[in-house]
């Protein structure tokens, strides 16, 4: 489109008492060209809002560049469609946190004015991209509580929903149970039915669920809107077409045979949680439970919690179901009332409501709970068991006698499988084609879940380390998984109970739900959920490196014949990695490219008896950070200004090179924090930044700079009280450096 150019300041919030709105009108007007500059007391008020509205209809105004407040706040007050608009931050970042009416506080609103009309003059108005003939219906894979949750909640919002099951039988593991607890006021019946049949009636009769049993996924293909899903049900094949996938495909227990010390195997009369189960189904409501040995009736039942679980050689982490399942089956030894449960505990965790279910447990004279260490599983003869204990409650070292032991193991995701087959295939390859063809012919190949025909393997990337759980931002976006339009809910996102699977569910539903319609406007899903930009490389400067394919953390880049990767448009979130990534720097959005960022650097002011320090900082976590320093009115160096960059994965080194080059006496990279805990909105993103981060030293060897001119920050939302202090202290290290020697050329 022909740019019309209109350019607006606001006076209030303290701008006009730190710095001279005049002189930075000036900078508009005359420095950058701009055909005008307009100024009021009160932007966002309704009559400085119908200034620029008045400016559109009369003068044709279509890019607007905005001084005043940080762009997260007054986001629909400053929403004008049609145009493209840029908001310059010198609230926060100036009139907020710098000494007022100094000539360096007013360079600083002069350079982040000219960074801000730059990005106007470089940009395009984004189109969105909709592909045509978009599904709305939704695969729902798993038909346990999970499932049936998720496919009810999206059928009964008017999606139509397609629910796959491997078992003959709807219900998943509630098929298998005795008795539930209750969702009510826990006061007796502390157990009721586990009732799942309504639901499954609920689940088969609905007009818009269609079910599959007894069947599997056998491939996924293409993405959000567009999934091609082939499903095989006895004996027959059908491909459907899909808009986004719920995975509730459940859980197992822990393998108990790996418990040696446990007894497990070695002694009939210990036994699993879930066998517990079974025995208490079979046992109806006689109201005995009684041992495999010899059917006697078990009077003495010892609970050990933990079994396998919060155990770095067996599940790292707390399973979450199995205190409140051990209270549960409790009540089922109780139901004689001669019989004695013992629950020996690590740690008794019943969060939320179920504290009041422990608290009811506690009330029974007949439930014994105490505190250990569980050290092993003896024969006390005639089928009895001695359960070993040391740091109890009972003393330094504990033998209890018990006639059954039933062991509370935990939950393994369904994902899990697939998860070790795939890792090890990986590191077999990575040692040569020979060990990769053994690994192939020697291996015991586990059922996939989704069979997904994505370049970068075909199941969604789990958790590092954390036995199959799906791979997310757990603070942010709990059911998303580094698959868009796959949302995992239930056992395979991570360990819950019953009532909480069912939330999760739902909540995972109307994820699915949100992602069809976002791709039905061409926007992005999460988290930049507005965006309707979409990467656009110039194909014919492509070398096949493969880096943006490999390094997308949502598989959207695929490559055809020839090695040249072409974009699954529904599948990208919009974060630039792929842009950060191409040597060739061929990938770019309309309004967000590595020659707008490069340009924006360039058009800072550097003069040679004054430091300058870029900071390029990530939008999710870094820049929100900064306003909030802002707002307790922190202090930061006035020499540093900040760009903001939708993800720091998105990090060029050329810019590093414009930066220095020029005459810029430092740069920082601050973005989420990496590693096993993660805080990266876009996954990989800080990570593949520090990684390229690593050969900036190339970069400053080239320039023969010093390496300690530039430096990467790891931050978390929440330490906006300590990040003015870390990029004042890195400008002082700048500063004891001295200037940049390439200032004036």
């Not at 009332?337 to 004279?365: S, V």
């Not at 199941?459 to 931002?473: K, R, V």
Request: negative net charge; proline residues 5%; glycine residues 8%.
């Amino acid at each position: 489109m022909e740019k019309k150019f209109g350019v607006y300041i606001c006076k209030g919030c303290g701008i006009a008492d730190t710095i001279d709105v005049e002189k930075l009108s000036n900078v508009a007007t005359k420095d950058r060209k701009m055909p005008f500059c307009k100024t009021h007391d009160v932007l966002c008020s309704p009559e400085g809002v119908q200034i620029i509205r008045d400016d559109m209809a009369n003068e044709g105004v279509n890019t607007i560049t905005i001084v005043a407040c940080s762009p997260r706040v007054k986001y629909e007050v400053f929403d004008f469609p049609g145009t493209i608009t840029e908001r310059v931050n010198i609230r926060e970042f100036v009139a907020w946190s710098q000494e007022p009416n100094n000539e360096e506080t007013q360079a600083l609103a002069s350079d982040y004015l000219r960074m801000g009309i730059v990005r106007t003059q470089k940009g395009d108005l984004p189109e969105p991209n909709i592909l045509a003939d978009l599904s709305n219906t939704i695969l729902v894979i798993g038909g346990g509580i999970s499932g049936m949750t998720a496919a009810l909640s999206a059928a009964n919002a008017g999606s139509k929903v397609v629910l796959v099951e491997k078992e003959p039988k709807l219900g998943g593991f509630i098929n298998e149970l005795y008795k539930k607890i209750p969702t009510g006021e826990y006061k007796e019946p502390l157990i009721v039915d586990a009732g799942i049949d309504p639901m499954i009636n609920e689940v088969e009769t609905h007009p818009n669920i269609k079910v599959y049993k007894s069947a599997r996924v056998d491939k996924t293909d293409g993405q959000p809107g567009l999934y091609d899903v082939t499903i095989s049900s006895n004996g027959n094949s059908e491909t459907i077409k899909i808009g986004a996938i719920v995975l509730s495909a459940g859980w197992k227990p822990y393998d108990a045979n790996k418990l040696d010390h446990l007894g497990y195997g070695k002694f009939k009369n210990v036994i699993t949680n879930i066998g517990l189960e079974e025995i208490a189904r079979k046992s109806g409501n006689n109201g005995k439970i009684t041992r495999p040995s010899d059917g006697k009736e078990a009077k003495k039942v010892a609970f050990i919690q933990c079994a396998g679980s919060r155990d770095p050689n067996h599940l790292p982490y707390c399973s979450s179901m199995c205190c409140a399942t051990s209270l549960k089956q409790a009540k089922y030894v109780r139901q004689n009332p001669d019989a004695l449960a013992m629950i020996l505990y690590k740690d008794i965790r019943t969060p939320g409501r179920l504290e009041y279910y422990y608290k009811e447990a506690q009330n029974d004279p007949g439930v014994m709970m105490t505190k250990g260490d569980v050290t092993g599983v003896s024969d006390a003869g005639n089928g009895n068991l001695y359960v070993e204990m040391t740091d109890s409650l009972l003393g330094e070292k504990v033998k209890i006698e018990a006639d059954l032991v039933v062991l509370a193991v935990g939950i393994v995701p369904a994902t899990r499988d697939p998860q070790v087959y795939l890792d090890g295939l990986t590191q077999a390859a990575a040692k040569g084609d020979d060990a990769k063809k053994a690994y192939l012919e020697t291996t015991l190949k586990p059922e996939f879940i989704l069979n997904l025909t994505y370049r970068q393997g075909p199941e969604i990337p789990s958790l590092e380390g954390a036995y199959g759980f799906a791979d997310s931002n757990f603070i942010c976006f709990q059911y998303e998984t580094r698959r868009t339009g796959v949302y995992a809910a239930g056992c395979v996102r991570q360990p819950m109970n019953m009532a909480e699977a069912q939330d999760d569910a739902a909540g995972a539903a109307f994820k699915a739900m949100q992602c069809i319609e976002h791709a039905s406007r061409g926007v992005a899903v999460h988290p930049r959920s507005w965006d309707v930009t979409f990467p656009d490389p110039q194909l014919i400067r492509c070398t096949a490196c493969k880096r943006c394919t490999e390094e997308c953390p949502f598989g959207a880049i695929e490559e055809d014949a020839k090695g040249i990767p072409y974009y699954k448009i529904n599948r990208c979130r919009r974060c630039g990695t792929c842009m950060g990534a191409c040597p060739e720097r061929i990938v770019s959005f309309k309004d967000y490219s590595v020659d707008i960022i490069g340009s924006m650097i360039k058009s800072i002011d550097a003069p040679e008896d004054e430091f300058r320090i870029v900071a390029l900082a990530c939008e999710n976590d870094a820049y929100p950070a900064l306003d909030t320093a802002a707002i307790s009115r922190k202090r930061i160096d006035s020499s540093v200004r900040f760009i903001p960059l939708r993800c720091l994965g998105g990090i060029n080194l050329v810019w590093v090179a414009d930066a220095l080059s020029k005459g810029i006496d430092g740069m920082l990279l601050i973005g989420c924090k990496f590693g096993e805990n993660y805080q990266c909105h876009f996954v990989k993103g800080s990570e593949l930044a520090d990684y390229r981060f690593s050969k900036v030293g190339e970069t400053l060897n080239r320039l023969q700079l010093e390496a300690e001119r530039v430096q990467m920050m790891q931050v978390s939302i929440s330490e906006y009280d300590k990040l003015p202090d870390m990029i004042n202290a890195f400008v002082e290290k700048v500063k004891e450096i001295g200037p940049n020697p390439f200032k004036g050329f």
